[in-house]
Structure formats: structure tokens, C-alpha cells
């Protein structure tokens, strides 16, 4: 792995000043009320919309753990990526009633619909689930990424897993607090092209290392295949089609990671095109981060890359 250079540090020391300054101008804003703090005033355009969605969606254990699973598994992980055409059925059945109801969160919308025990139930629900997935998940795979990336290991006797992992935590909650939605709305519009660029990038400097995808398919061999028998101990794909389909209309219709940012939308038109520009942006980790993932796998066949885990195949 190439090392940490001075332009690496320049250009990561202006994406965080960017993000910095994204915090300053919010705050400047003078939020007026909770509107304004939690749903960014609702007045949201369709691309700040959708862009939130995306980037919300793909965090570090997209680039860890998506990678990791195409430098294992190949292309069958994909399936779950392409089920994020539900998110038009956020956009055209589900949007309507969150928007009119005007609610801020799902638990409050359960308590309009049914009554507050119905509130309770999901508000504990989401919390463990967060706390014990998605949170634990992206804490580990952005100390991974950042003591791989930096290249190290260690920092004043403390491994630098536990650095990076702890400096996301801090960093992430003191910009939200500080900043509310609309100034994760729009760090959001900053990092969505940032993220699709430069893993464009890994992916083009990956297939010319490789000698292109004719020789990753040969390398990957069987794992080059999308649809893999109902006998497969991993991703049969009676389990891949019905599984998968079911847990991703829980995710992008009703978890309010998702459904925050339709309700910071102007109206329900700004809401449904969000929806679409989100389903678009969705079609692309197949190709910037499982794909990259298969080519390290082929490097490593070739004796060009040296990783110890799968979960290092998008880092290195």
C-alpha cells in the first residue's frame, strides 16, 4: 500500500475544513424552532433530498463491508443493493402520509396512527437495533478504515483502531448537534460527489492493475455470478429474493434514518424526485465498492496486493 502523503493530507484537511465550514454557515442560520433543527425547516430541495438519502445509506462499513463481501462472496452480495428500488415505494405510497401528517419522527407517526404504547415499542426497538448494528458497524469500519488508510498502527502505546473509531464517534455527534439536519443535508450534497468520484477512481486504477474485468472474471472464477442456487449456504437466492426484499422495504419506507430526510423536503414533488435521484445514486455501490472489492480479491490471486482480511480489500 502506498503511503499517506502530504497531498493526501492536504486534500483530507480540506474536506474536513469544507465540513467545518458547512457547521459554521449553518449555525450562523439562526435556527427559528425544532423544525428548523430537526427537519431543516422543511424546505429541502430534491437533491439535497436525495443525496442525504444516499450518503445516509452509505457510510464506512459500505466501503469496509460491501468490498469485504465482493472480495469473499463476488457478485452476490449485489442483490442487496438493487432492492433499493424500494425507495420509489417510499417516494409514491408512503411519502403522502408522512408528509401530511407532519410528524418528525416514525415512533411519533405510530402514535398518531394507533397510541403511544405503539411509540414506545419502536422507539426501544430502533434504538437497540441502531445501538447493536448500525452504529457498532460503522464505528468498527471507519477504525478500520482509518488506521489502514493512515497506515498506523499505533499512537502513543493505544492501537489506532480505537483512535479513529472513537475520533468518528466524537467528530460525527459534536457536527450533528451542533448543526442539526439542514447541516447534514448539506454536508451531505458536499460528500455524495466526493465519495462517487473518488471510488470511480479506485475502480478504473483497479481494473488497469488487474488487466481488466475479463481477467477478474477469470480470477473470482464461480463467484463472478449474481444468482447463486437455493442450495448456496450463503446467499440461496429463494433467500436473496424474498428475504432481502422484505428487510429492505422495513429500511428505506420506514426507518427514520430514510424517512428524516423525505420530511425535510419542500413538498411531496421535492420528496418523490429525492426518492428517484436516491434510487439512481443506489445503482452505483455495485460498481464503486463490491466490484472494487472482486478486484483486490483478483490482485491478491495475482500476488500484487498483500491483505490480511477482506475487510481491508477497499482501504488498501
Not at 160 to 183: D, E, H, P, Q
Not at 197 to 212: E, M, P, Q
Request: proline share 3%; net charge neutral; with cysteine.
Amino acid at each position: 500500500m502506498v503511503a499517506f502523503g502530504a497531498l493526501d493530507w492536504i486534500v483530507l484537511l480540506g474536506f474536513f475544513a469544507g465540513l467545518a465550514a458547512i457547521v459554521v454557515w449553518v449555525l450562523l442560520q439562526k435556527e427559528k424552532d425544532t423544525t428548523d433543527y430537526f427537519l431543516a425547516g422543511r424546505d429541502a430541495g430534491w437533491l439535497a433530498v436525495g443525496s442525504s438519502i444516499f450518503a445516509s445509506n452509505i457510510g464506512s462499513e459500505h466501503l469496509v463491508g460491501l468490498a469485504g463481501a465482493g472480495y469473499e462472496s463476488g457478485m452476490a452480495m449485489a442483490h442487496w443493493e438493487m432492492h433499493a428500488w424500494l425507495i420509489l415505494v417510499l417516494g409514491w405510497v408512503f411519502v403522502p402520509f408522512y408528509e401530511r401528517s407532519r410528524v418528525f419522527t416514525m415512533p411519533e407517526f405510530l402514535e398518531k396512527r394507533y397510541h403511544s404504547g405503539a411509540r414506545s415499542f419502536l422507539s426501544l426497538i430502533s434504538l437497540v437495533s441502531y445501538v447493536l448494528t448500525k452504529v457498532a458497524v460503522t464505528v468498527y469500519a471507519g477504525g478500520v478504515v482509518f488506521k489502514t488508510v493512515l497506515g498506523i498502527d499505533s499512537w502513543m502505546g493505544i492501537d489506532f483502531f480505537w483512535i479513529g473509531a472513537i475520533s468518528l464517534v466524537l467528530i460525527t455527534g459534536l457536527f450533528t448537534v451542533l448543526g442539526g439536519m439542514k447541516a447534514v443535508l448539506y454536508t451531505s450534497v458536499l460528500q455524495t460527489p466526493v465519495l462517487l468520484i473518488g471510488s470511480i477512481v479506485i475502480l478504473i486504477v483497479g481494473l488497469i492493475k488487474v488487466g481488466g474485468w475479463g481477467e477478474v472474471e477469470r480470477l473470482v472464477g464461480s463467484n463472478i455470478h449474481l444468482i447463486r442456487p437455493a442450495s448456496d449456504p450463503n446467499f440461496p437466492w429463494t433467500g436473496v429474493l424474498l428475504g432481502s426484499a422484505i428487510i429492505g422495504f422495513w429500511y428505506w419506507c420506514t426507518d427514520q434514518y430514510i424517512v428524516q430526510r423525505t420530511l425535510s423536503a419542500k413538498n411531496e414533488t421535492h420528496a418523490r424526485r429525492g426518492a428517484i435521484f436516491a434510487g439512481y445514486l443506489k445503482l452505483s455501490p455495485v460498481f464503486i465498492f463490491l466490484m472494487p472489492g472482486m478486484i483486490a480479491y483478483a490482485l491478491v490471486q495475482k500476488g500484487v496486493l498483500r491483505i490480511e482480511r477482506a475487510d481491508q480489500a477497499f482501504p488498501a
